[in-house]
């Protein structure tokens, strides 16, 4: 069975993206741009991707991948992405985007089968992370915490995860961040 992992990028305060969804400020921070061989070596492990659709909205705008559908390989490879929304969304052509709504628990089962060998990377956002912890399914939060902070915008992880269901199991510095791995344990409703 695969693990499900959310691994992102937080500010010093918490916040996921600015309050208009966006990530300037984290290309902004020093080695925000990624390249980091442990990043390589996680990558290298994960079978599907998942996300929400302000996350997939930023990153087509943000690299105009619906004109430029060959850059989508580069970062994600040929893996399938399962995008959580409920709009209707532009769709990068070429690529395995399989969009789904509604509760994680009933996407389970086809994005855990479309995973492979592989683990399950939500890539983000943080309600999303909180959906599959608060349906038993999030086995691991790995964060890494920027050299910035923001006056508001998207939190990290929405949710209240008391301590007694985090287990610290890894602390690194990447650089100027600072990465921290927790396993998740419990939480099905």
């Known amino acids: 069975m695969p693990r499900v992992v959310f691994y992102t990028a937080t500010t010093l305060n918490g916040f996921l993206a600015d309050e208009h969804d966006s990530l300037e400020w984290l290309f902004a921070a020093p080695g925000g741009e990624g390249g980091d061989d442990d990043f390589q070596r996680f990558l290298a ?27 989508w390989p580069s970062y994600y490879g040929d893996r399938p992405t399962w995008v959580f929304t409920s709009k209707q969304q532009p769709v990068v052509a070429g690529v395995d985007i399989r969009f789904v709504s509604g509760d ?12 492979g060998d592989g683990d399950v990377w939500i890539v983000g956002g943080g309600d999303l ?6 349906a038993g399914l999030l086995d691991e939060i790995r964060v890494s915490i920027a050299p910035a902070t923001l ?3 998207k939190p990290l992880l929405p ?3 008391g301590a007694d269901r985090l287990r610290l199991t890894a602390v690194r510095q990447a650089g100027a961040f600072a990465e921290l791995t927790y396993a998740v344990t419990g939480g099905a409703e």
Do not use: M, N
């Open 45 to 71: 492990g994960i079978g599907v991707l998942v996300q929400g659709s302000s996350t997939y909205r930023w990153v087509l705008e943000h690299e105009d991948l619906v004109a430029h559908p060959e850059k």
């Open 104 to 115: 994680v628990r009933e996407a389970w089962p086809q994005i855990r089968d479309s995973a």
């Open 129 to 134: 992370a909180g959906q599959f912890a608060d």
């Open 151 to 153: 006056p508001s915008g």
């Open 159 to 161: 949710r209240s995860i």
